[in-house]
C-alpha cells in the first residue's frame, strides 16, 4: 500500500511539473507585437495583408532579437512571401487622424558592385504577373505607368524609367521583388488608413506630396508603395519632387560640421574592420579563392553582390581554376558570408557606444526633420473645413544612407538597419474636444482646434514611438496614451541641438570644433 501511494505521489508531481513548464513556454512565447504569419494559399486574393485591426495601444520595442548573422541577413533581404500585420492606423477612440508623412527605403534591388573573376547573379528585372514574387495589382500597375507623362516631374525626373526594364539588370536597377515589396507596403497602409479616410475621394493635388532622389530604384519604389495606396490614382493630381541629396536636405545641405563628424564616424569604422583579426583572415582567404589581390577583392564590396545572390535563392559565386572549365571550383561560402555579417552587427553595436554617428545624424536630418515638424503643425492648426489645403500624405523615396540617420537622429538608436523597402510612418492624430465643450487646459493644444495634437512614429509596421528622444519620458499609461505634438516641435527645434551644445541648426554646422 505504501509503494502504490508512493507511486500515485510521484505521479501528480509529475503532472504539476509539467503543467508548469508548459506555462512558462508561453508565458516566453506569448508575442507583445503582432507576428508575421506564413501566408496561406489561396486567402485574400494573395494581398497577404493582416486582417485584425483591433483598436489597441500595442507595447512598442525597437531592439530585434538577437540573431545570427546569416537570420539577420534572411530579415534584411524582407522577402514578400510573409503576411505583415502592422499597428499603422491605430488610437483611441474617436481620435482624428490629420496627416501622415511616410519615409520608405527602395525595394530590392541588384548589387551596386560585382566582384571579379566570378559571373554575375543571373536575375531579370523587367516586370511580368506570372513570375515569383507577384502582386494582384501587378498588371495593373505596369499599365498605369504607361501614362505617367500625363503627371507632373520635376527637374530631370521625367526622364527616368518608371519601371524597371532590363531583362538582364543592371547595377543598381530595381528587381521586381522591390516592385512588389512597396505594392505590397502601400496597399498594407490603404487598408490601415482607410477608415480615416485620409484622402478622401476627390483629393486635391496640395494634399500629396511626393518626393525622391534622381535613382530609377527610388523613383520607382515610391510609384509603387503610390499606387498600391492610391490604386489608378489620377496622375494629373500628381506632382513628383526631385531632392538633390539623399539627405533630402533640400537648400539646407551646407554643413561643414555635419561632414567632419562623418569623416570620423568613417575613420572609427576602418579602426574597427581592420583591428578584426577573423575579417582580415576570411577577406584573405576569399582573395586566394579568387585568384585577387586582397585591396581589389575589398574594393568590390563583395557583401553587396552576396547579399542578392542570399536574398534571391542563388548559390554563391565561384571560379573556374581549371583550363576549360573542367576542373573543380573555387567558390565563396556562406561562413565567409557571415563572418562579413557578424562584423557589420559588431560595428552596428560599436556606433552606437561611441557616439559619433548619432552626432552626424542628428544634423544630417535635421532639415527634414524640420520640414516633417512644419507640415504636422500646419495640419494641427488648421480649421475644420480648410484641411484640403494641407498636405494628408507625404512620401519620401529614399535609401539605407536615409532612414539610418532618420532612426538615429530620433534617438532610435537600436533599431535595426534599414531592411529593402523599410518605412518609417509619421502620424498625427488629434484628441476629440473637452469634455462639456471646455477648452484644452492652458499650454495644451494650443492652437489645434477642437482638441490636442498628438503623433505617433512607427517603423516597419512597428509603435516605437515610446522610445523616440522626444517622448521616452512621457507617460503612455496616463490620461494621455499618444505622444503630444509639442514634444516632437521641441525637440527637433531645440532639443536635439543640444547634442551638439547648439541652439540652432546653422551655429550647429558652423560651430568650429574644440
Request: glycine share 8%; proline share 7%.
Amino acid at each position: 500500500m505504501l509503494a502504490r501511494n508512493r507511486f500515485i505521489l510521484l505521479v501528480l508531481v509529475g503532472a504539476v511539473l509539467a503543467i508548469v513548464s508548459l506555462s512558462l513556454q508561453f508565458l516566453n512565447l506569448m508575442p507583445t507585437t503582432p507576428l508575421e504569419k506564413e501566408q496561406v494559399p489561396g486567402g485574400a486574393a494573395g494581398t497577404g495583408l493582416g486582417k485584425s485591426r483591433k483598436r489597441v495601444i500595442p507595447v512598442p520595442h525597437t531592439k530585434a532579437p538577437e540573431l545570427d548573422p546569416i537570420a539577420e541577413a534572411y530579415g534584411y533581404c524582407n522577402t514578400p512571401n510573409r503576411t505583415e500585420q502592422a499597428w499603422e492606423g491605430h488610437s483611441p477612440a474617436d481620435y482624428t487622424l490629420l496627416s501622415v508623412q511616410v519615409m520608405i527605403r527602395h525595394g530590392d534591388r541588384y548589387p551596386l558592385y560585382s566582384i571579379p573573376k566570378t559571373k554575375r547573379p543571373t536575375i531579370d528585372c523587367t516586370l511580368s504577373p506570372n513570375r515569383k514574387p507577384s502582386h494582384p495589382q501587378l498588371s495593373a500597375f505596369i499599365s498605369h505607368m504607361a501614362n505617367g507623362d500625363r503627371g507632373h516631374w520635376e527637374s530631370t525626373l521625367g526622364s527616368v524609367p518608371r519601371l524597371p526594364n532590363h531583362s538582364a539588370c543592371e547595377m543598381g536597377e530595381l528587381t521586381q521583388t522591390g516592385v512588389v515589396q512597396h505594392l505590397r507596403n502601400g496597399q498594407l497602409l490603404l487598408q490601415a488608413y482607410k477608415r480615416h479616410s485620409l484622402l478622401r475621394s476627390g483629393w486635391s493635388p496640395r494634399q500629396l506630396w511626393v518626393e525622391t532622389t534622381g535613382k530609377s530604384r527610388t523613383l520607382q519604389s515610391g510609384l509603387a508603395f503610390l499606387f498600391g495606396f492610391l490604386p489608378d490614382f489620377d496622375w494629373p493630381k500628381v506632382t513628383v519632387r526631385h531632392q538633390w541629396s539623399t539627405l533630402f536636405c533640400g537648400a539646407a545641405c551646407d554643413c561643414p560640421a555635419r561632414n567632419r563628424y562623418l569623416e570620423e564616424e568613417q575613420r572609427r569604422q576602418y579602426r574597427l574592420r581592420v583591428g578584426d583579426a577573423q575579417l582580415e583572415s576570411t577577406y584573405a582567404e576569399m582573395a586566394r579563392a579568387l585568384g585577387l589581390p586582397n585591396r581589389q577583392l575589398r574594393a568590390a564590396n563583395p557583401i553587396d553582390s552576396l547579399l542578392c545572390h542570399l536574398c534571391h535563392g542563388l548559390p554563391f559565386p565561384c571560379l573556374q581554376t581549371a583550363a576549360g572549365g573542367g576542373g573543380a571550383k573555387a567558390c565563396l561560402t556562406m561562413e565567409q558570408f557571415s563572418v562579413i555579417r557578424r562584423q557589420q552587427l559588431d560595428d552596428e553595436a560599436d556606433k552606437r557606444q561611441v557616439g559619433l554617428y548619432r552626432k552626424y545624424a542628428v544634423l544630417a536630418m535635421h532639415p527634414y526633420l524640420n520640414r516633417t515638424a512644419a507640415r504636422m503643425e500646419r495640419a494641427a492648426r488648421a480649421k475644420p473645413g480648410t484641411a484640403a489645403a494641407e498636405v494628408a500624405l507625404a512620401l519620401a523615396a529614399a535609401h539605407d544612407v536615409t532612414v539610418a540617420p532618420l532612426l538615429s537622429a530620433l534617438g532610435l538608436e537600436e533599431a535595426r538597419f534599414p531592411r529593402f523597402a523599410a518605412r518609417v510612418v509619421f502620424e498625427l492624430w488629434r484628441s476629440p474636444p473637452a469634455a462639456g465643450g471646455k477648452p484644452p487646459a492652458k499650454g495644451k493644444g494650443k492652437g489645434t482646434p477642437g482638441g490636442e495634437a498628438f503623433v505617433r512614429l512607427l517603423y516597419d509596421g512597428e509603435d516605437v514611438t515610446f522610445h523616440t528622444a522626444f517622448c521616452r519620458a512621457h507617460k503612455r499609461h496616463g490620461p494621455r496614451p499618444l505622444c503630444p505634438l509639442k514634444n516632437f516641435l521641441s525637440y527637433v527645434r531645440r532639443d536635439m541641438l543640444a547634442l551638439l551644445n547648439a541652439s540652432s541648426y546653422q551655429e550647429a554646422c558652423y560651430k568650429r570644433p574644440g
